[in-house]
């Protein structure tokens, strides 16, 4: 019994991997500062994220869609600052209330076409031309897919990537309104990067969507795309917890370093920069990494589309 203990009291006290210090989920951040504001109100309400000290002239727009009931941005307030500091501005859309999931899609849409024209006025960092990609948490996920399948009759841009954290499944209340029976019309060449905690592949609900999501777009072939199950390890203290509210951070830890914020940078990177393939769409070293526990033991590895035999 007292080596048990004196094991579990050495497992206990090591702690988890520091934030890389660059790379995709790194800190090699080219903004000091962000600049946050609210356009509009209610569901109408959208938050513009913009980078600063130094800002630049222009940037790349990345539109962020929220899970569930986020109707603000501050549980994710981490990662869009991050992805801000990192060199592009984000559109976070309100889009609805929990009561009227029949406006969502409008409503996103409308966010999105209204943020990029105020982006592109004097005192804002405007978009680059054909610049935008879009990520989606949870029911985000599925708006994403809708969005990106209908840019064109929304009249906004396609995005040059599709990043889902942990989609929604089909039993959410507001499937109905957003069915996803068709994604053919999703440019071929757009990069698709479907992020699950681990935990989650054990239910089929929470991967239903993650699989359609793969198999309804056969059209993207599978070199720009990727499915990535992020884990959960609990070798040390505080143990690292990958579960449905993983890409909402809090605590932020290397869940999101090593895994939602690394394959959002990478997938940026590849399609904005042409760089950090190898971290998001290949199978390597760099891909699967989640870093070290303090005692060199590395934490448990991502798995990836090939392990699912996609």
């Known amino acids: 019994?007292?080596?048990?203990?004196?094991?579990?009291?050495?497992?206990?006290?090591?702690?988890?991997?520091?934030?890389?210090?660059s790379g995709p989920?790194?800190?090699?951040?080219?903004?000091?500062?962000?600049?946050r504001s609210q356009q509009r109100s209610?569901?109408?309400?959208?938050?513009?994220?913009?980078?600063?000290?130094?800002?630049?002239?222009?940037?790349?727009?990345?539109?962020?869609?929220?899970?569930?009931?986020?109707?603000?941005?501050?549980?994710?307030?981490?990662?869009?600052r991050h992805l801000t500091?990192?060199?592009?501005s984000v559109i976070y859309p309100r889009y609805g209330s929990l009561w009227n999931p029949w406006a969502y899609e409008r409503n996103a849409a409308d966010a999105v076409?209204?943020?990029?024209?105020?982006?592109?006025?004097?005192?804002?960092?405007?978009p680059l031309s054909g610049q935008i990609a879009f990520a989606g948490h949870s029911l985000g996920g599925i708006l994403s897919l809708r969005l990106a399948q209908?840019?064109?009759?929304?009249?906004?841009?396609?995005?040059?990537?599709?990043?889902?954290h942990d989609a929604a499944g089909f039993d959410t209340p507001a499937y109905a309104y957003?069915?996803?029976?068709?994604?053919?019309?999703?440019?071929?060449?757009?990069?698709?990067?479907?992020?699950?905690?681990?935990?989650?592949?054990?239910?089929?609900?929470?991967?239903?969507?993650?699989?359609?999501?793969?198999?309804?777009?056969?059209?993207?072939?599978?070199s720009l795309r990727n499915a990535i199950a992020i884990p959960t390890d609990r070798h040390g203290s505080p143990a690292l917890i990958s579960d449905h509210l993983g890409a909402q951070g809090g605590p932020v830890d290397a869940i999101d370093w090593y895994g939602y914020w690394k394959y959002t940078d990478a997938s940026l990177d590849v399609v904005f920069r042409g760089t950090h393939r190898e971290?998001?769409?290949?199978?390597?070293?760099?891909?699967?990494?989640?870093?070290?526990?303090?005692d060199a033991v590395p934490v448990n590895t991502a798995r990836t589309a090939a392990d699912f035999g996609y």
């Open 25 to 35: 989920g790194g800190s090699d951040y080219a903004h000091a500062a962000v600049v």
């Open 85 to 88: 500091r990192k060199g592009h």
């Open 113 to 126: 076409a209204d943020g990029l024209a105020l982006l592109a006025t004097p005192g804002h960092v405007a």
């Open 178 to 222: 957003m069915r996803l029976d068709d994604l053919s019309a999703i440019p071929s060449d757009t990069v698709l990067v479907l992020n699950c905690a681990q935990t989650s592949l054990r239910d089929h609900n929470a991967t239903e969507v993650w699989r359609l999501a793969w198999t309804g777009t056969a059209q993207i072939p599978r």
């Open 279 to 294: 971290y998001v769409l290949d199978d390597g070293s760099e891909l699967r990494n989640m870093g070290l526990w303090s």
């Open 150 to 164: 209908f840019s064109n009759a929304h009249g906004i841009p396609s995005p040059r990537a599709l990043i889902l």
């Open 1 to 21: 019994m007292a080596a048990w203990c004196v094991i579990l009291a050495l497992a206990a006290a090591q702690s988890p991997p520091a934030q890389p210090a």
């Open 42 to 80: 209610g569901d109408r309400a959208y938050w513009l994220y913009e980078p600063a000290a130094p800002a630049p002239a222009a940037a790349p727009v990345v539109v962020f869609l929220h899970g569930y009931g986020a109707s603000d941005p501050t549980p994710y307030d981490a990662m869009l």
